[in-house]
């Protein structure tokens, strides 16, 4: 059997690559500062490729991509790989999550230390040749509370750290239960509690449509005045205007921030802040973190070429290639399914994931299909690392029950998958099937029976039964130049409500979400992104 042609594009530790080339069974090619143009031109003859961060894997270069089977992320963000045309395509995609959390937490700490000591100030005075002791009077971290936004992998080495420091740690993480909290000595609070008691508040949640912008103006201004605070997730989690606003005038007294909206930034006010302290994008940068990614990303390779081991997979399931024609599109489906209750449930505390198979499928192996589920609902709200693999461990480890059940029942579908969400609130709920074997539909959502197409921007809407409901949303659509391509509604006549999934051509801004809110009879909005 002819060696498989694996691809490093661009530099991982030399323990990895002495990995990949002790095994006979791969020829292994490295190349640096490739054009995208080069890139593509090369690209149809791999089997596998190691990218770094600085790699965009496009649909257009995964088109050229004709015998590739793996991409392996050296590294946990995936920003840069579009795994869904990976998906369409059959290629495996795996990242490694856990080779820089440690790296990572500990720069937040680092971060948290010279800001509160005013160390990189106090250094760039004394190389002037200035002694200004008090000037930089630092701030004690010994008894202080630190506020924990997100505790993912990064957030629970944070908060144990500090706990070291003697610092009282709170939390904010609605998918968090109570009794894991407990065990690790934390205390949960909402988010405006955590704002308004923490001393320093520390950010470790990943991007996405919920926590972009989720330090705003609002947010800051709950803050206390002696309040620090530390940025070492994403950029665009912290509204960078309106920090400078705050550090300008002195609402909170410092930031520390490591990412940024864009980077490197360029003309960022920010940066000419005294009381800001940043570094370039440092979180995982330190030797041992770069050779356990290394070494991790080349293990995953050489076990998947060799043994057929999938590890840390963001979008293929373990299954024979016949159970996969048949469930492929069902996958679909129950990603779908999870990320829509992913988007629309409420903030509180998830107590249970319920899944019924109905019909056919029972008769298959659907573990996979229930990690798709988990998978699809908690990446609306975790780590990227969330994926296939480890999204029912990670449910464990929050306190969420996932329960499956197969139902033998016979009703109008051949085949339908059910999705229950307990919260303390309230129930929430989705069915879907496949049509012409291939097409995913939504054929209930609550109590509310349609039948719709789960695909691309969708306004979510329930509301009170009433004339003109409809015709305002979409005049007010129509206003804001948003086209409507497909509109399903479900009616329970009963409660004299009706709930709307209206397909639209292009994204559904926060402002004009808050002008949907305010028309006569509307309960619910939500935007969602399927």
Known sequence: MKPKQILVCGKIAKEGLDTLLACKDLKVDVVTDLSFENLKKIIPTYHGM???????????????????????????????????????????????????????AEHALSMLMALSRNIPQATASMKQGLW???????????????????????????ADRAQGLKMKVIAYDPFLSKEVAK???????????????????????????????????KALSKMKPSAFLIQCARGGIVNEA?????????????????????????????????????????????????????????????????????????????????????????????EKLGSFLGQVIEPGRILAIEIGYHGKLTEYNLNTLTHAIVTGFLREHMEKSVNYVNSLLVAKDRGIDVKTTRFQDESEFTNLISLRVRTEQRVYSVKGTIFNRAEPRFVQIDQFQLEAIPEGNILFSRNKNKPGVIGAIGTLLGKEKINISRFQLGLDEKAGEALSLINVDSPIQKDLLEKLLKL???LTVKRVSL
């Open 242 to 334: 309106d920090l400078y606003k705050a550090l300008q005038k002195q609402k909170i007294k410092g930031a520390a921030l490591d990412v940024f909206e864009e980077e490197p930034p360029t003309q960022n006010p920010l940066l000419q802040l005294n009381n800001l302290i940043c570094t370039p994008h440092l979180g995982a940068s330190t030797e041992e973190a770069q050779v356990k990614v290394g070494v991790e990303t080349a293990e995953q390779l050489v076990a998947y070429f060799l043994k057929g081991t999938i590890q840390n997979a963001i979008n293929m399931p373990s299954l024979s290639s016949e159970q996969m024609d048949i469930l492929k599109p069902y996958f679909i489906l129950a």
């Open 132 to 158: 200004e002791k008090k000037k930089f009077i630092g701030t004690e971290l010994f008894g202080k509370t630190l506020g924990v936004i997100g505790l993912g992998n990064v957030g629970k080495i944070v």
């Open 183 to 217: 065990k690790l000595s934390v205390e949960l609070v909402s988010l405006d509690v955590l704002l308004s008691r923490a001393d320093f508040v520390t950010v470790h949640v990943p991007l996405s449509d919920k926590t972009r912008n989720l330090i705003d103006a």
């Open 520 to 522: 006569d009879h509307i």
């Open 50 to 104: 190691i990218v770094r961060s600085d790699t965009q894997v496009t649909n257009a270069l995964l088109e050229a991509a004709q015998n590739l089977q793996v991409i392996v992320r050296a590294g946990i963000g995936i920003d840069n790989v579009d795994v869904k045309a990976a998906t369409q395509k059959g290629i495996l995609v795996m990242n490694t999550p856990s080779g820089n959390v440690i790296t990572t």
